[in-house]
């Protein structure tokens, strides 16, 4: 049996899996036979995702999964969804007048980190790899936009990603991130997202790789 654990910041961005493995629970199918598979919802952004996942210390999973929406900086095309390995702790520092000094030139901790221990198949393989930024505000100013650029040159932003990178790293958890482009990273213009795409786009892999990971045993 395989313990899978996904992890969503909010219902909606992960309602569809869900929904998906609780009427096959209903219904007593064989489609996924071989998985134990647990959802949380974290909430929005850093502190919350780092509480909610801490709880869960004693608990042990084959594979963590954080599963979400993102925006892009490089255009990617909405929908498209990406393996985060990669994020960064965007604005954790001080600053120094106009200068910015990173958590890591203080002496304080680390502001990049990475999955120290990716879980991989076939399925997952196929997704392109992206680097994240985490912030607790997001992006929807022209020149902090091309700022962020200038200095981290991100692919993607969310709110929990490197939250949920330093927890799985903590709690020695074989994790992934993934992430499906709901906007570029523009001046705010929510005429612009394409939410129900990147969220239809984001369970239809999920539900794939469950259905994949069932077969592996």
């Keep these: 049996m395989i313990k899978i654990l996904i992890v969503g910041a909010t219902q909606p961005e992960i309602s569809p899996t869900l929904k998906y ?3 096959v629970s209903k219904n007593e199918t064989e489609e996924l036979e071989n998985l134990e598979v647990s959802f949380i919802l974290t909430g929005v952004g850093m502190v919350n995702t780092a509480f909610t996942l801490g709880k869960l210390h004693a608990n042990k999973f084959d594979v963590v ?9 490089l255009n990617h095309k909405q929908g498209t969804v990406l393996n985060i390995t990669e994020d960064c702790f965007s604005d954790l520092g001080a600053e120094d007048g106009e200068d910015f000094i990173t958590i890591d030139e ?21 997704l392109e790899l992206a680097k994240g930024i ?18 981290l040159n991100p692919d993607v932003e969310s709110m929990e990603g490197a939250a ?6 903590a709690l020695k958890w074989t994790a992934v991130q993934i992430r499906a482009i709901s906007n570029q990273v523009e001046k705010r213009n929510k005429n612009n997202w394409q939410m129900p795409l990147a969220i239809k786009n984001l369970n239809d ?13």
């Design 65 to 73: 999964i954080n599963a979400g929406v993102a925006g892009s900086f």
């Design 21 to 23: 493995v609780l009427d």
């Design 205 to 217: 892999f999920l539900i794939d790789l469950l259905n994949d990971l069932n077969k592996t045993i």
């Design 134 to 151: 985490t912030v607790n505000t997001v992006h929807g100013n022209e020149k902090s936009i091309e700022q962020i650029v200038a200095y």
């Design 106 to 126: 203080m002496g304080l901790g680390n502001q990049h980190v990475k999955i120290a221990y990716p879980f991989k198949n076939s399925i997952i393989d196929k």
């Design 164 to 169: 949920f990178i330093q927890a799985a790293n």
